[in-house]
């Protein structure tokens, strides 16, 4: 990896923009950056580190303020880096989060999330390869093949780290090794030997309960059949020749003990727990369990029988009276329903009255509707009627007087025929709406748009006289004017040309400045849709914040819930295991040896308080149950990753965008796009204004030419042209009429033909609706009268609507339906059961009821209880063979994994240095210390030639005191005296050369152990001041070596020497306005 280019803004001590030129320090292969203590060096080397990771090394990578105190507020800090690595040539640009001012929140400043843009030179271009903080971390780990605790000890060497490392006891040195080398794999080997280990110990232990739990099952069994008289291992613990031995079982109402001289009373010999369990002893035990079984089921056959009889004759007398409490509820039920029906038989009346008027009147639907409509139809051509009247009224129309008189002895205004007559009383205008004055009107109106558009057709046919007088005039004062007036006519149309010019100009110009605007309406539009995308992504992350707290919220209450459920089953397994210890205490005898430890002895024997078998099932649901929460919990840790990876969709649209900034961008958008589209109205106005100024400017420059004709045939038809203007004028005046113009006169003439054609039209068109609705009247009168409404209001009012009526319709069918279930109800069987136990005075009882099935239950549970006996005792012989199967089954499984457990517990002590493991490494250490060997033999190459050939660092994996690990030591062999020194024992200067080469040595193998990534820039920082001068001579040689093949290495220090010895300067100053960086010494690059 080479380093091109760093720019640093606004970031840590730099508050400014600060640039450094990698390639042309790279001329000069060896560097110095340089500077006061506290100006910034360090922070130079945290800038290529953050561009790179994202965060700082050491321990200043939980660091959040990184912007410069210096800095601007409103400045935004930011770390560009410019590296090649793998052969490919990228540009990463880091902003980490920082409060940027804002005059919109309360607090004055809101948080700017961080952001990473990435992007690759390829074909000479920067393509943009992601702006996301999570592939940006992804794609530069893949290029660098590093994590950053190996970035920050292999490209930036901390000299004053491995100087502590170099003194460190060998168990400090693991975490650094661990980190450089990333053996967690091999310590989740160890710890997957652990649980394969914990593993085979559990399967021993289970296979070692499967074989004793057969056993144990057997006595079980026993125990279960022949009573407390049975032992657990010896199944009797009464002599058969004890003196109470003659009553045992003599009671044969039950089964809880066996009689004299039965197998019960055979004593067998009891089971040594920690022995093998010998089969002929195991076949006595069940070839004695068949005797006992057989008896038992003999007893038990007679018991079942008496108690059968017993439930049937309890059964038959509690059901006959379970029927009868069913009767008299059925009654019960019946007649709340027939009052509650009879209640409503009003309600059913009044419902059924509405109905019935509700049909009837249904039939006049349609004449009511049309009356309706021909109505609004009459009012419609009324207001058209009126409004035509008074449209001839302004033309200067009016009726004759005996068609415009009021109605007089015909009624009232407006009391005619139908409510549409024509007279309006207020003004005193209109036309009565009889027939008989009404027609005349039309005729008249008729008859003068006829004359009207008579006139207006010979005015159209002489406005061309009109037009010839002006021509006359014109042509008269123009040949009059003779060459003066055809010079000034001529002039002015040249006048007029330059003006339409100008003014052609003028919207050129105009329409050059609103080009680009109205040009940029695509753009605009779809910024604004942007924006728009913006607000929407805002109003989404809301939302989608507060799904990934709910899901967060759930997984962290299943993940307890499963700690819970894990803990549970291990304190399950816990017991199962100490009960286990109690069973194995149940057989200590006073005197004789414990089988674990051998003591006669026994002051405190463990007690088991539960069944193992049932500890053992409750111990696997235990499990089962910790399983299922661990499920439960991956769920929930799927769903916290499903909603945060929809937050971080929502955040890549803008969603954490400031919702105030992202409103205001979208309205400056809106804003844009209304500019360009008025841009464009007044481009289209523009071009057609300039159409037609083009057309004038042309008919000037036409009249222009036309004048100076005109000036030579002046004076040959003056004389004839005064005589016929006169002659024309006198015309033209009879036709004007008083109007300004003949044109005119002819417009206003033909406009009251057409207003008189529409009045006449309209006259029409209203006497017809009123014709309309008086039929419409007839035949709702003549509907109204075969039915017995009254009038129209009754029949309207008896109108349901569809709903309501249809509701009606339904209770009424129901209300009926009711009724004939309950006719139904009470002649059913079961209600007249009912009714005769009543009229009888039978009243079942409840607590008879409860008597009887409780006498049942006492019954059938005898019953269940001999039937359960037989039923054990007959299946007792095949459940002991298949016991007696799987126990010789047990016996070769159990040495397999006893086996297994031991194999798998030593390898496991091994791996983690204990056991015979006797340097007490375990397989992590191991292959640490391998590395440590090789990073010591490395070292001592440079070690070497730094001390003159005098120091060598030696890997030692002597074994450390009290039982300490081991294998991570390094000593120093001095090549003077032959004699190996701890590390500690080293003055400053050989401890930073030994340092040093430490430093460089892991490097190497780290580069290695990476997949032999190429470094070709390096920073080495601090501990120069420790040497002398043929101590600095000899490690600068050593570092002259590092640039072999154009590696390029920067020193960190502030040595005056160096400054002398290494031209090539990166210096960093620091003052009151923060630190800045000059490059000094420098070659120019040569450009790539």
Not at 492 to 499: L, N
Not at 724 to 733: D, G, N, P, Y
Not at 750 to 763: H, I, K, P
Request: hydrophobic share 45%; net charge negative; proline share 4%.
């Amino acid at each position: 990896m080479r380093l091109h280019r760093l720019e640093i803004s606004a970031f840590g001590p730099f508050a400014g923009n600060e640039r450094i030129d990698f390639d042309a320090l790279a001329e000069h292969g060896l560097f110095l950056l340089n500077g006061p203590t506290g100006a910034g060096k360090t922070s130079i080397l945290d800038a290529v580190c953050f561009a790179l990771y994202g965060s700082l090394p050491g321990a200043r990578q939980g660091s959040k303020a990184l912007k410069s105190h210096h800095a601007a507020a409103e400045a935004e800090p930011s770390v560009l880096l410019e590296f090649t690595a793998q052969g490919r040539r990228f540009e990463v640009r880091r902003s980490p989060e920082w409060s940027r001012p804002s005059a919109r929140s309360s607090a004055g400043w809101v948080i700017q999330k961080a952001s990473t843009h990435v992007r690759e030179l390829s074909d000479g271009e920067w393509r943009p390869l992601t702006s996301r903080n999570d592939e940006a971390g992804a794609l530069l780990g893949d290029v660098l093949g590093m994590a950053r605790e190996q970035f920050t000890r292999v490209v930036l060497l901390p000299q004053g780290e491995f100087a502590s490392f170099l003194r460190a006891k060998a168990s400090e040195r693991v975490d650094l090794l661990e980190k450089l080398f990333g053996t967690q794999r091999f310590a989740e080997v160890e710890a997957q030997l652990g649980v394969l280990a914990q593993s085979a110990r559990t399967a021993a232990e289970i296979a070692e309960q499967a074989a004793v739990a057969h056993v144990m099952r057997l006595e079980a069994e026993v125990a279960a059949h022949a009573g407390p008289s049975a032992g657990v291992r010896g199944f009797s613990r009464e002599d058969s020749d004890h003196p109470g031995s003659d009553h045992i079982g003599s009671d044969h109402t039950g089964s809880d003990h066996m009689g004299p001289g039965h197998p019960a009373s055979v004593s067998v010999p009891a089971l040594d727990p920690d022995a093998p369990v010998e089969p002929a002893h195991v076949r006595a035990m069940f070839a004695w369990a068949d005797e006992a079984f057989g008896w038992q089921h003999e007893v038990a056959a007679e018991e079942r029988e008496t108690a059968n009889k017993t439930v049937a004759a309890a059964r038959a007398e509690a059901e006959a009276l379970e029927r009868a409490l069913e009767d008299t509820g059925e009654l019960e039920l019946a007649r709340a329903r027939k009052a509650a029906w009879e209640a409503g038989a009003g309600e059913h009346l009044e419902r059924n009255r509405r109905l019935a008027g509700h049909r009837a009147a249904s039939s006049l639907r349609a004449a009511l509707t049309e009356a309706d409509r021909s109505s609004k139809v009459l009012a419609t051509a009324t207001v058209g009627a009126f409004a035509a009247l008074e449209a001839a009224a302004a033309v200067g129309w009016t009726p004759e007087p005996r068609l415009a008189a009021p109605l007089g002895a015909a009624g009232e205004p407006g009391t005619g025929p139908g409510t549409g007559d024509l007279w309006d009383p207020g003004t005193g205008r209109g036309i009565q709406s009889d027939e008989e004055p009404l027609i005349p009107a039309v005729e008249e109106a008729r008859r003068a748009a006829s004359s009207a558009s008579a006139d207006a057709a010979v005015l159209a046919e002489r406005v061309s006289v009109e037009r010839e007088l002006t021509e006359l005039e014109a042509r008269v004062g123009a040949d009059r004017a003779l060459l003066a007036a055809a010079t000034a006519r001529a002039t002015a149309f040249a006048e007029s040309a330059d003006a339409l010019d100008a003014e052609l100009a003028a919207l050129e110009e105009e329409r050059a400045r609103l080009e680009p605007a109205a040009a940029a309406l695509a753009v605009s539009r779809f910024e604004a849709e942007s924006a728009e995308a913006v607000v929407t992504a805002v109003q989404e992350h809301g939302q989608a914040l507060r799904t990934v707290n709910e899901a967060e919220m759930q997984y962290d209450g299943l993940r307890a819930a499963a700690l819970n459920a894990r803990q549970s089953w291990l304190e399950l397994r816990e017991r199962r295991l100490e009960q286990t210890a109690a069973e194995l205490a149940a057989h200590l005898a006073e005197g004789a040896p414990c089988p674990v430890c051998g003591s006669p002895e026994h002051p405190a024997p463990a007690v088991g308080a539960q069944n193992p078998l049932l500890l053992v099932d409750a111990e696997r649901a235990a499990a089962r149950e910790s399983e299922a929460a661990v499920e439960d919990e991956r769920r929930a840790r799927d769903a916290v990753a499903s909603a945060r990876a929809r937050l971080a969709g929502v955040d890549a649209r803008g969603g954490a965008t400031d919702p105030d900034k992202a409103v205001r961008l979208l309205e400056e958008k809106l804003a844009g796009v209304q500019r360009a589209v008025e841009a464009q109205a007044r481009l289209t106005l523009i071009t057609g204004r300039r159409g037609g100024l083009v057309q004038r400017r042309d008919t000037a420059l036409a009249g222009r030419d036309e004048a100076s004709a005109l000036r030579i045939r002046a004076e040959e038809s003056v004389l004839r042209a005064s005589e016929e203007v006169e002659r024309r004028r006198a015309e033209v005046e009879v036709l004007r009429a008083g109007f300004a113009t003949v044109e005119a006169r002819r417009v206003d003439v033909a406009a009251r033909a057409r207003t008189l054609g529409a009045l006449a039209d309209s006259l029409i068109g209203h006497r017809n609706a009123e014709v309309a609705k008086t039929r419409a009247a007839e035949i709702l009168s003549a509907a109204l009268a075969e039915t017995e409404f009254q009038d129209e209001a009754a029949a309207r009012s008896a109108l349901m609507d569809a709903a309501d009526a249809a509701r009606a319709e339904s209770q009424a069918s129901d209300y009926d339906a009711e009724g004939q279930r309950l006719s139904g109800l009470f002649g059913s069987a079961a209600v007249r059961r009912a009714l005769a136990a009543e009229s009888g005075g039978v009243a079942p009882s409840r607590d008879d009821l409860a008597r009887l099935r409780a006498s049942e239950g006492e019954a059938e549970r005898r019953l269940r209880d001999a039937d359960l006996a037989a039923t054990d005792a007959s299946g007792a012989r095949k459940r002991c063979l298949a016991l007696r199967e799987r126990f010789e089954d047990s016996v070769p499984a159990l040495e397999k994994t006893r086996a297994r457990s031991h194999a798998l517990g030593e390898l496991a002590r091994t791996a983690r240095g204990q056991g015979d493991n006797e340097r007490r490494m375990s397989l992590h250490s191991y292959v640490l210390a391998a590395r440590l060997e090789q990073v010591a033999t490395a070292a001592t190459e440079r070690l070497l030639a730094m001390s003159d050939g005098r120091f060598s660092l030696e890997h030692s994996d002597a074994l450390a005191a009290r039982g300490a690990a081991s294998g991570l030591g390094l000593e120093v062999v001095d090549g003077w005296t032959g004699q190996k020194r701890d590390p500690s024992t080293l003055s400053g200067g050989e401890s930073f050369m030994a340092s040093l080469a430490l430093a460089l040595a892991l490097a190497d193998v780290v580069q290695h152990e990476s997949g032999g990534i190429d470094i070709e820039t390096l920073f080495v920082d601090e501990g120069f001041g420790s040497l002398d001068e043929q101590a600095l001579e000899q490690v600068m040689d050593a570092i002259e070596g590092l640039r072999a093949g154009g590696r390029v290495v920067g020193l960190v220090s502030h040595v005056p020497e160096l400054k002398q010895r290494i031209p090539a300067q990166i210096r960093v100053s620091k003052g009151r306005d923060g630190s800045h960086v000059e490059s000094v010494g420098l070659v120019p690059a040569v450009p790539a």
